[in-house]
Nanobody
Framework: VQLQASGGGLVQAGGSLRLSCTASGSIFSINRMGWYRQAPGKQRELVAGVASGGSTNYGISVKGRVAISRDNAKKTVSLLMNSLKPEDTAVYYC???????????????WGNGTLVTVSS
């Protein structure tokens, strides 16, 4: 299973950015997909998550500024980030949890990460 993220880059404060992630491989289902981020010197933290049924949860620091969505058939998850702040600068990681496939279930996978830099 591979998670391929795209959409990171440099954006000015107050701007918007959309991240996308596609899961590929022998996958039957994914329970939850989400985005985490890790800034230099800090722990990885939740940005947003979405269950297969559509329920979502957001990190406190981004709540109200981001929206997560997924397409179960395409095995994609997207993150729209608005009103970006310099403190949003981090490497953003895509995550797939509770993945079931040929010969396995309940697995957790991470993407390689995509860098988001917000300039002031």
């Amino acid at each position: 299973v591979q998670l391929q993220a795209s959409g990171g880059g440099l954006v000015q404060a107050g701007g918007s950015l959309r991240l996308s992630c596609t899961a590929s491989g022998s996958i039957f289902s994914i329970n939850r997909m989400g985005w985490y981020r890790q800034a230099p010197g800090k722990q990885r933290e939740l940005v947003a998550g979405v269950a297969s049924g559509g329920s979502t949860n957001y990190g406190i620091s981004v709540k109200g500024r981001v929206a997560i969505s997924r397409d179960n058939a395409k095995k994609t998850v997207s993150l729209l980030m608005n009103s970006l702040k310099p403190e949003d600068t981090a490497v953003y990681y895509c995550n797939a949890d509770g993945v079931a496939g040929l010969g396995y279930y309940g697995k957790n996978f991470w993407g390689n990460g995509t860098l988001v830099t917000v300039s002031s």
